[in-house]
């Protein structure tokens, strides 16, 4: 049985929430996704586009048809620092933009299964979203295999995402 290694920790520059103080809601655009192998980076697509087909809504402008006025999201594969070696995701946002780094390993075969619950997890900090206390819950500090959580997590976790990002 895998051990829950990853850290999800965040940093938020100016306060808790501020995303809210976008004045578009979502759809986000996604950016830029840079530093990845081609085979990574459509996991890392694929990851996204799950998110919108699971949800039946829009919530994410993968392929670059983004319009001007939509909330930027980039994401990039980095080492995390020494002193947080099990951190898997990191987001850093403000109300102008969300800057999402992923670690290697989770591109390696004992943790692959854990990419698509760390891209959403760091895209629910890019809506605004904060951790939550429920074990189990997709926002919870740690990770799982995606194929963890069940239904009701998932839908939890759309709903919360799309309140806070205001996706109608
Ligand atoms: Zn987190």
């Known amino acids: 049985m895998l051990e829950r290694v990853f850290g999800l920790m965040t940093v ?38 799950d998110l919108n087909q699971s949800s039946g809504k829009i919530a994410l402008l993968v392929e670059g048809e983004s319009a001007k006025s939509a909330f930027p999201i980039s994401i990039s594969k980095r080492e ?27 591109f390696t075969v004992t943790y692959q299964s854990y990419l698509k619950s760390v891209i959403w997890h760091e895209v629910g900090h890019c809506g605004g979203l904060v951790h939550t206390t429920k074990l189990g819950a ?30 109608k």
């Open 80 to 106: 995390p620092p020494p002193d947080a070696p099990n951190r898997a995701g990191l987001s850093t946002f403000d109300e102008i933009h969300c800057a999402i780094e992923i670690s290697p390993k989770v």
């Open 138 to 167: 997709l926002m919870y500090p740690t990770t799982e295999p995606f194929f963890d959580y069940s239904k009701g997590d998932l839908s939890d976790f759309l709903a919360a995402l799309f309140s806070a990002a205001g996706l």
């Open 12 to 49: 938020v520059f100016l306060f808790v929430g501020c995303a809210k103080m976008r004045t578009e809601p979502w759809p986000a655009a996604i950016v830029s996704i840079s530093g990845f192998s081609s085979e990574e980076e459509t996991s890392v697509r694929s990851a996204l586009t």
